[in-house]
């Protein structure tokens, strides 16, 4: 067997397979294949020598495992064996996961970097050379614009994004996934996967220092905070244009006035110009900014609009608390993207229609979704049929019915979360939702699952998020939860597990740090109540204890559990009891209560219950 912590790997080692290398041996459905099964953790026992590779692949069936082997044949090139019994071209998914496993291990032994930025950005290159696929669209061989997509997708679909190459060692690269706008590193997959490719061109070396002959400015992440606008200069400018420049970047290329309003006086002042390019990248964070800034004085104008209605909120058939009131104005008026985490039982749904209503009212949303779990789909719909005159539509049945659906002249639509993978492009072309409502988020707290991935690709200009499950003490959910709202407010993964966790030798996470500075970035986000905050705004509860005689099925059935119960609580007297008796302690107290329920509970035949009887009879005093 080989020595996994001593032997050396010379950079070009032959078993080491970018993505352009397994397209070449492996059709594009066995390389998505054999990287699913990577994911999954399919494949160990990895281990190596001089000359050959060797590991075992878990099947789709757990019960078969298979065993693979590479090595190099007579005229260099890959020879690989597997034993499964699956036709091979001239590759099987079990060979390109055992690929990918042993890139993966040799790669981490030959970079192990000391801190959470490096390893990010490590985790991109690795993930550059092996998961992506690139295209060079236009511009000079080195520089311009290519087209990279991901071999396999956390969603069902796949994307492709636009990468623009500026430089070749320096972070000065725009792409346009989600990822580089939030990662704070100045590069991502696609970028590293287009600089791997432009690495292995034969003219590489001759043009590795050149730069481009045309100044532009862009986005630098080399910061510890927010990005900066910048300039890359070039030796010979035209006296007019340099002026310019001059007056508007200091002698480091930073820009050196305030934003947006100066950048965009700048951007006016060279436009149509051909000798200077302004990224993509700078023009998108000037009017982030813009928009940011113009939200901030809306906010507080709707805001104040709504506390003035007193609970009394126009179209809305029902009088809210003023907790509520605080609810309603703090969802219409962060961006409005926000995340309500009240306490079961303070009215979030009644909040989240209220202020969508508002919305259609007084800033032209008209299609709302809500996604929602499928057993609370026809509930939403009461509530809103009830508390407002919007129609609503519940979507579900067949593909074809659906997508009918979609098209209807309705205000709110409402889906469950499964759907949401199903038809995210009848969504997105069809329904185009100006408003997404999340209900009981909490089923996207994962962000590696597909659900949560998808939901995110729903392009809506303003979204409410709801859960009634406490987040303090995971804060892994909450870091999901706010990718929807606003991925900025936490930042990248690497930096908030950075910030706030603390983890072991093994990266498991055994508390938390930094709280204070937490709640401070969510607080312009997140609003959550418990009961203890808003006791004295709600009505007082009364109660009454109404005594149920029990039915002698249920007599029986409790004096049988309850003797098992006894028997076993005689032994705890005199030994502890075993696990098998512990069990059967707590199946016999389990009965017990049961049985106080209703007979039925217990033996399965017997029907009707008096306390639902009694319940029937207190329904109708009370509430007919």
């Given at each position: 067997?080989?020595?996994l912590?001593?032997?050396?790997?010379?950079?070009?080692?032959?078993?080491?397979?970018?993505?352009?290398?397994?397209?070449?041996?492996?059709?594009?459905?066995?390389?998505?294949r054999?990287?699913?099964?990577?994911?999954?953790?399919?494949?160990?026992?990895?281990?190596?020598?001089?000359?050959?590779?060797w590991?075992?692949?878990?099947?789709?069936?757990?019960?078969?495992?298979?065993?693979?082997?590479?090595?190099?044949?007579?005229?260099?090139?890959l020879?690989?064996?597997?034993?499964?019994?699956?036709?091979?071209?001239?590759?099987?998914?079990?060979?390109?996961?055992?690929?990918?496993?042993?890139?993966?291990?040799?790669?981490?032994?030959?970079?192990?970097?000391?801190?959470?930025?490096?390893?990010?950005?490590?985790?991109?290159?690795?993930?550059?050379r092996?998961e992506?696929?690139?295209?060079?669209?236009s511009?000079?061989?080195?520089?311009?614009?290519?087209?990279?997509?991901?071999?396999?997708?956390?969603?069902?679909?796949?994307?492709?994004?636009?990468?623009?190459?500026?430089?070749?060692?320096?972070?000065k690269?725009?792409?346009?996934?989600?990822?580089?706008?939030?990662?704070?590193?100045g590069?991502?997959?696609?970028?590293?996967?287009?600089?791997?490719?432009?690495?292995?061109?034969?003219?590489?070396?001759?043009?590795?220092?050149?730069?481009?002959?045309?100044?532009?400015?862009?986005?630098?992440?080399?910061?510890?905070?927010?990005p900066?606008?910048?300039?890359?200069?070039?030796?010979?400018?035209?006296?007019?244009?340099?002026?310019?420049?001059?007056?508007?970047?200091?002698?480091?290329?930073?820009?050196?006035?305030?934003l947006?309003?100066?950048?965009?006086?700048?951007?006016?002042?060279?436009?149509?110009?051909?000798?200077?390019?302004?990224?993509?990248?700078?023009?998108?964070?000037?009017?982030?900014?813009?928009e940011?800034?113009?939200?901030q004085?809306?906010?507080?104008?709707?805001?104040?609009?709504?506390h003035?209605?007193?609970?009394?909120?126009?179209?809305?058939?029902?009088?809210?608390?003023?907790?509520?009131v605080?609810?309603?104005?703090?969802?219409?008026?962060?961006?409005?993207?926000?995340?309500?985490?009240?306490?079961?039982?303070?009215?979030?749904?009644?909040?989240?229609?209220?202020?969508?209503?508002?919305?259609?009212?007084?800033?032209?949303?008209?299609?709302?979704?809500?996604?929602?779990?499928?057993?609370?789909?026809?509930?939403?719909?009461?509530?809103?049929?009830?508390?407002?005159e919007?129609?609503?539509?519940?979507?579900?049945?067949?593909?074809?019915?659906?997508?009918?659906?979609?098209?209807?002249?309705?205000?709110?639509?409402?889906?469950?979360?499964?759907?949401?993978?199903?038809?995210?492009?009848?969504?997105n072309?069809?329904?185009?939702?100006?408003?997404?409502?999340?209900?009981?988020?909490?089923?996207?707290?994962?962000?590696?699952?597909?659900?949560?991935?998808?939901?995110?690709?729903i392009?809506?200009?303003?979204?409410?998020?709801?859960?009634?499950?406490?987040?303090?003490?995971?804060?892994?959910?909450?870091?999901?939860?706010?990718?929807?709202?606003d991925?900025?407010?936490?930042?990248?993964?690497?930096?908030?597990?950075?910030?706030?966790?603390i983890?072991?030798?093994?990266?498991?996470?055994?508390?938390?740090?930094?709280?204070?500075?937490?709640?401070?970035?969510?607080?312009?986000?997140?609003?959550?109540?418990?009961?203890?905050?808003?006791?004295?705004?709600?009505?007082?509860?009364?109660?009454?204890?109404?005594?149920?005689?029990?039915?002698?099925?249920?007599?029986?059935?409790?004096?049988?559990?309850?003797?098992?119960?006894?028997?076993?609580?005689?032994?705890?007297?005199?030994?502890?009891?075993?696990?098998?008796?512990?069990?059967?302690?707590?199946?016999?107290?389990?009965?017990?209560?049961?049985?106080?329920?209703?007979?039925?509970?217990?033996?399965?035949?017997?029907?009707?219950?008096?306390?639902?009887?009694?319940?029937?009879?207190?329904?109708?005093?009370?509430?007919?």
């Open positions: 067997m080989g020595d912590q001593t032997f050396d790997f010379p950079i070009d080692d032959f078993f080491l397979f970018d993505a352009e290398k397994l397209n070449a041996i492996g059709s594009e459905s066995i390389v998505s054999g990287l699913k099964y990577f994911n999954e953790n399919r494949v160990f026992d990895v281990e190596w020598d001089a000359t050959r590779v590991a075992d692949v878990e099947g789709s069936d757990p019960d078969n495992c298979y065993s693979v082997e590479l090595s190099k044949d007579t005229n260099g090139e020879k690989a064996v597997c034993n499964c019994p699956f036709i091979r071209e001239p590759v099987c998914k079990h060979i390109v996961a055992v690929l990918y496993s042993y890139a993966a291990q040799v790669t981490d032994r030959k970079n192990l970097l000391g801190c959470a930025e490096e390893n990010a950005i490590q985790e991109r290159e690795k993930k550059g092996t992506v696929t690139v295209e060079h669209i511009g000079e061989p080195f520089f311009g614009t290519w087209l990279a997509s991901s071999i396999v997708s956390t969603t069902h679909w796949k994307q492709k994004y636009r990468v623009h190459i500026r430089a070749l060692n320096d972070k690269n725009y792409c346009t996934c989600p990822d580089w706008s939030t990662n704070l590193l590069t991502c997959k696609h970028i590293e996967a287009v600089l791997h490719q432009i690495k292995k061109q034969p003219d590489y070396q001759t043009g590795e220092h050149c730069v481009p002959r045309t100044p532009f400015v862009y986005l630098s992440w080399n910061t510890a905070t927010q900066q606008v910048r300039l890359h200069r070039v030796s010979s400018l035209d006296g007019d244009l340099s002026q310019i420049l001059d007056g508007y970047f200091d002698p480091a290329g930073r820009f050196k006035h305030s947006p309003d100066e950048f965009f006086h700048f951007r006016d002042r060279v436009y149509g110009r051909d000798d200077i390019h302004i990224g993509e990248d700078v023009e998108n964070y000037a009017r982030r900014l813009a940011d800034a113009i939200q004085l809306r906010g507080r104008e709707i805001s104040a609009s709504i003035r209605s007193n609970g009394n909120i126009p179209n809305i058939r029902a009088r809210l608390y003023p907790y509520q605080e609810g309603v104005a703090f969802l219409t008026s962060r961006g409005p993207r926000a995340l309500l985490a009240d306490d079961m039982g303070l009215g979030k749904t009644l909040q989240a229609i209220c202020a969508a209503s508002w919305l259609v009212e007084n800033s032209g949303v008209k299609r709302i979704l809500v996604v929602c779990p499928a057993s609370l789909k026809h509930q939403w719909a009461r509530e809103i049929e009830k508390f407002t919007h129609a609503t539509k519940v979507i579900g049945g067949s593909a074809a019915t659906r997508h009918v659906q979609y098209r209807a002249d309705t205000t709110f639509f409402i889906i469950n979360y499964e759907l949401v993978l199903r038809d995210l492009s009848v969504v072309e069809i329904l185009k939702p100006d408003l997404i409502i999340l209900d009981e988020a909490q089923r996207i707290k994962n962000w590696q699952t597909k659900i949560a991935s998808t939901i995110k690709l392009p809506s200009c303003y979204a409410f998020v709801l859960t009634g499950t406490p987040l303090e003490n995971r804060l892994e959910d909450l870091y999901s939860l706010l990718q929807v709202v991925p900025r407010v936490l930042g990248p993964l690497w930096r908030y597990l950075s910030d706030f966790h983890t072991d030798e093994r990266d498991k996470v055994i508390g938390y740090r930094n709280l204070s500075e937490l709640r401070r970035r969510i607080a312009s986000v997140m609003l959550r109540r418990d009961r203890t905050l808003v006791r004295d705004q709600l009505p007082d509860r009364t109660e009454t204890r109404v005594d149920i005689p029990m039915s002698v099925e249920q007599q029986e059935l409790h004096g049988i559990a309850m003797s098992a119960a006894g028997q076993l609580a005689d032994i705890a007297k005199k030994r502890p009891l075993t696990p098998s008796e512990q069990n059967r302690l707590m199946a016999a107290l389990q009965q017990a209560l049961m049985a106080c329920n209703a007979a039925g509970l217990v033996d399965k035949v017997t029907e009707g219950s008096p306390k639902l009887d009694e319940l029937a009879n207190l329904l109708e005093d009370l509430c007919l």
